[in-house]
């Protein structure tokens, strides 16, 4: 199976600031990774796939990037709506697999 | 609007048996391949299970294999999971997820979740 794992485990930044979170693959998976967002009580929300590609509706101040075994996903002026849990998942082969999440807190 | 609302979830005594429904509407049902994610309380996600599109292939993660059985009604627009042997260790939200399209593993639509309890 393909390990997923996220760093940091958690964060605090204020609102504006730039954060950048980063999820590592224990082997190649070329492109094949998304991103969720998850608030609490809430089901994941799909944010970003093939590591770069944004989904229609996700604000653009959200961008990912990587390849191979490295991929972060930053989010460029952080809102109030941007405190979730984050998570990477690697779409490459089965098991499908996620990172353990990174929780994104208000300093 | 696409939208997964689940059902079925409940508290099972560990061994027992449960099965879940997921009701899509808002797209075409029978052409997207789709799973079940799962969160057990304070965790985070795992994949569980994938059906295709037409039903013919299925795919369980080690930890359910030979337990769940994954299975969809087309005619239905209907997706279930069927539980068995329930342990401790399936206590969970249950995810009823779509595939974004073209066998990409992307998750772009995902219900609001069912909370499975196994406890005695």
């Known amino acids: 199976d393909i390990q997923m794992t996220q760093s940091p485990s958690s964060v605090s930044a204020s609102v504006g600031d730039r954060v950048t979170i980063t999820c590592r693959a224990s082997q190649g998976i070329s492109s094949w990774l998304a991103w969720y967002q998850q608030k609490p009580g809430k089901a994941p929300k799909f944010l970003i796939y093939a590591a770069s590609s944004l989904q229609s509706g996700v604000p653009s101040r959200f961008s990912g990037s990587g390849s191979g075994t490295d991929f972060t996903l930053t989010i460029s002026s952080l809102q109030p709506e941007d405190f979730a849990i984050y998570y990477c998942q690697q779409a490459n082969s089965f098991p499908i697999t996620f990172g353990q999440g990174t929780r994104l807190e208000i300093k | 609007e696409v939208q997964l609302v689940e059902s079925g979830g409940g508290l099972v005594q560990p061994g027992g048996a449960l099965r879940l429904s997921c009701s899509a509407a808002g797209f075409t049902f029978s052409t997207y391949t789709m799973y079940w994610v799962r969160q057990a309380p304070g965790k985070g996600l795992e994949y569980v299970s994938t059906i295709s599109s037409d039903g013919g292939s299925t795919y369980y993660a080690d930890s359910v294999k030979g337990r769940f059985t994954i299975s969809r009604d087309n005619s239905k627009n209907t997706l279930y999971l069927q539980m068995s042997s329930l342990r401790a260790e399936d206590t969970a939200v249950y995810y009823c997820?779509?595939?974004?399209?073209?066998?990409?593993?992307?998750?772009?639509?995902w219900g609001q979740g069912t909370l499975v309890t196994v406890s005695s």
């Open positions: 997820v779509k595939e974004k399209g073209s066998g990409s593993y992307y998750f772009d639509y």
